[in-house]
T-cell receptor
Framework: QKEVEQNSGPLSVPEGAIASLNCTYS??????FFWYRQYSGKSPELIMS????GDKEDGRFTAQLNKASQYVSLLIRDSQPSDSATYLC??????????????FGSGTRLSIRP | EAQVTQNPRYLITVTGKKLTVTCSQN?????MSWYRQDPGLGLRQIYY???????DKGDVPEGYKVSRKEKRNFPLILESPSPNQTSLYFC?????????????FGPGTRLTVL
């Protein structure tokens, strides 16, 4: 079992709709959770971080964390073609709480169709 | 401009020929890390460094070496490259105190080992 799992996609969403990306993790004690966006041929860039249960909103993006169920999700409202990218979920497992180390999922490819 | 630079951006080499990929950051970050990215496997950490002269293995360190003699530089060395090291490599840096809240990634180095 991978430590951080994501559906590879592609996830196709019509423009203007809500895109929902999911991620599960195996270490129940994980503390910190991140979503990175990676355009084709480019480097990852951080778009959201979340540390406690519930929702965190930033513009059109909402990160949701449920530690009991060990999943974290990213919602993108009013999806735009520019949102088409691969979204990487990253988790800081408990065993690395004193170290600067995070584990990345393999990413979900999102495609927004006009 | 705050950035992480990597050189070269593209490299084709042959098995066994030693190579170095350089990484430099101008943000005075304590933490630096190397990742490789392969299809379906996501970003996997090779080595990381918490500060000058402090380095540690990541998840896939075999076949790689690193050094951190200066705060800004963190070169990745492949003493005897093999075809299974063909990959896309990213260097990243982060301010230590932020617990990896935000990692800044370099543009990537695409390495092909024949």
């Amino acid at each position: 079992q991978k430590e951080v799992e994501q559906n590879s996609g592609p996830l196709s969403v019509p423009e203007g709709a809500i895109a929902s990306l999911n991620c599960t993790y195996s270490d129940r004690g994980s503390q910190s959770f991140f979503w990175y966006r990676q355009y084709s041929g480019k480097s990852p860039e951080l778009i959201m971080s979340i540390y406690s249960n519930g929702d965190k909103e930033d513009g059109r993006f909402t990160a949701q964390l449920n530690k009991a169920s060990q999943y974290v999700s990213l919602l993108i409202r009013d999806s735009q073609p520019s949102d088409s990218a691969t979204y990487l979920c990253a988790v800081k497992p408990l065993r690395y709480s004193s170290a600067s180390k995070i584990i990345f999922g393999s990413g979900t490819r999102l495609s927004i169709r006009p | 401009e705050a950035q992480v630079t990597q050189n070269p951006r593209y490299l084709i080499t042959v098995t066994g020929k030693k190579l170095t990929v350089t990484c430099s950051q101008n943000m005075n970050h304590e933490y630096m890390s190397w990742y490789r990215q392969d299809p379906g496997l996501g970003l996997r950490q090779i080595y990381y460094s918490m500060n000058v002269e402090v380095t540690d293995k990541g998840d896939v360190p075999e076949g790689y070496k690193v050094s951190r003699k200066e705060k800004r530089n963190f070169p990745l060395i492949l003493e005897s490259p093999s075809p299974n090291q063909t990959s896309l490599y990213f260097c990243a840096s982060s301010p230590q105190g932020q617990g990896l809240v935000k990692q800044f990634f370099g543009p990537g180095t695409r390495l092909t080992v024949l």
